[in-house]
């Protein structure tokens, strides 16, 4: 697979930062302050589309929100159902470039928020990348120069999966790196992840990784159940603002200190792993 150059990726990364910044921008405006054509913009507009960063409409694109999936609509009732804001979602994923260095080995959750860390990587020289979605493995593939290694295979160059187990992989790749998106922190202090598939895959992951980043967008319901590990295992904790008035006092209480804050998120880092 072709992969794309570093103008292209970088006018990509721009528009979908436009966009998320003025919620709905036209092909025309766009031109303009990128100093490229309407054929140009129109394309990029389509393969941002494709990847679910934004939505076309006729003239130009809108930011795309999360919706809300009907299996969450069913549990609480369409009522009461309060609204997300995802804006904070690209500060998020950008948070934790600052504690990936050059050569590290990554291994990526699936997640919403983990894809759109994945174009931002780019910036980093030699990664190895494990990750367990073969949608995530080719974006990775076309935006970065890494290594990369899916949990069941590792991705070839065509693209064909030779196959492996994940205790094999972890062996003979060291993680530098977890990046885990968690759901929630329940009241004794367990790592909720969404997928109950994937439970057994990072438990692993997290008793081999060096270090731990969990990412906890605002979320609205979460099986108990679905636990990966313990909150003091963690290194880095990046939470979006409307997480942090659930969760500020319960960091602080497992000797978790606040590193710095800005519009849309609050990092936090374990005293103890400092």
Not at 12 to 26: C, P, Q, S, Y
Not at 233 to 255: C, F, G, R, W
Request: aromatic content about 6%.
């Amino acid at each position: 697979m072709t992969r794309v150059s570093s103008a292209l990726l970088k006018r990509r990364l721009d528009i979908a930062e436009i966009i998320r910044k003025k919620g709905e921008v036209k092909v025309e405006e766009l031109s303009y302050m990128l100093k490229v054509s309407t054929v140009t913009i129109r394309q990029d507009l389509t393969y941002l589309e494709q990847q679910g960063y934004l939505k076309r409409f006729f003239g130009g694109a809108i930011y795309l929100s999360s919706e809300v999936s009907s299996n969450k609509a069913s549990a609480l009732g369409a009522n009461d159902l309060p609204q997300i804001d995802d804006s904070c979602d690209i500060d998020l994923v950008k948070n934790c470039l600052s504690y990936i260095n050059d050569g590290d080995t990554i291994f990526l959750s699936h997640g919403r928020l983990t894809r759109k860390l994945i174009p931002y990587l780019h910036s980093k020289k030699s990664l190895t990348l494990i990750m367990n979605d073969i949608n995530n493995a080719q974006l990775a593939n076309e935006f970065t120069d890494s290594n990369i290694i899916l949990v069941g295979g590792l991705l070839l160059e065509s693209n064909i999966l030779q196959t492996d187990i994940i205790g094999v992989i972890l062996q003979n790749y060291p993680v530098t790196h977890f990046i885990i998106e968690l759901i929630a922190i329940n009241s004794d202090n367990n790592l909720i992840i969404e997928d109950i598939e994937q439970i057994n895959a990072y438990q692993q992951v997290a008793k081999k990784a060096s270090h731990l980043i969990g990412i906890l967008p605002q979320r609205i319901v979460y099986n108990d159940q679905h636990c990966i590990g313990k909150l003091k295992n963690i290194d880095v904790l990046i939470l979006s603002k409307p997480a942090v008035t659930e969760y500020h006092q319960q960091l602080l209480d497992s000797n978790f200190k606040q590193l710095f804050a800005n519009k849309f998120s609050v990092t936090y880092q374990n005293a103890l792993e400092a």
